[in-house]
């Protein structure tokens, strides 16, 4: 039981360059959800969704492309990446009373 | 409008000294008040969540109470271990599952 895996766990991409954060679970949750931490700014929510075939926006979700086929999956997808996107990413799941559960990041930096 | 704020930001204690830390909120309709803890590196990992005005929960050496305004997280007697980041985030009624983050506070406790 892995829980919640993220990859990469480190990139670096140049400006204009596109890529795709994978996040997979394996305990069947319904939620699952994509933030962002900056220094002094915390976790902010960036795509979400309740269920394969459902997603929503959260409050950051300019230049952030999400898509939900499966239970398992949930990638997050930068299309044409800025520095401004230099930041940790973290994919969480939701499970009732339990909170959140995260994955251990990605860290990724654009130059 | 911030809708969590956490005190103070950073907090520097020595082994065994006792200490609060402090999450307001300002939302209405609370459905869920969640402490976590976060390494550095890693992904915050869940520790509480607190529902109504007068609920407590502990586990070792910490204990979260709840008011209609604010939760704090008092540690007790703290270990160099419990060094870590302590996010809260709020759940409330028009929120459906997403959290909303404060910024956290830097605890270091030193031997």
């Known amino acids: 039981n892995a829980g919640v895996t993220q990859t990469p766990k480190f990139q670096v991409l140049k400006t204009g360059q596109s890529m795709t954060l994978q996040c997979a679970q394996d305990m069947n949750h319904e939620y699952m959800s994509w933030y962002r931490q900056d220094p002094g700014m915390g976790l902010r929510l960036i795509h979400y969704?309740?269920?394969?075939?459902?997603?929503d926006q959260g409050e950051v979700p300019n230049g952030y492309n999400v898509s939900r086929s499966t239970t398992e999956d949930f990638p997050l997808r930068l299309l044409s990446a800025a520095p401004s996107q230099t930041s940790v990413y973290f994919c969480?799941?939701?499970?009732?009373?339990?909170?959140?559960?995260f994955g251990s990041g990605t860290r990724l930096t654009v130059v | 409008e911030d809708q969590v704020t956490q005190s103070p930001e950073a907090l520097r204690l020595q082994e065994g000294e006792s200490s609060s830390l402090n999450c307001s909120y300002t939302v209405s309709g609370l459905r869920g008040l969640f402490w976590y803890r976060q390494d550095p590196g890693k992904g915050p990992e869940f520790l509480f969540t607190?529902?109504?005005a007068g609920e407590e929960k502990e586990k070792e050496r910490l204990k979260a109470t709840l008011t209609k305004k604010e939760s704090f997280l008092h540690i007790t007697a703290p270990k160099p271990e419990d060094s870590a980041t302590y996010l809260c985030a709020v759940r409330w009624e028009t929120s459906g599952s997403r959290l909303t983050f404060g910024e956290g506070t830097q605890l270091t406790v030193n031997p």
């Open positions: 969480a799941t939701r499970r009732e009373i339990y909170g959140y559960t």
């Open positions: 969704s309740v269920g394969a075939g459902i997603t």
């Open positions: 607190l529902y109504s």
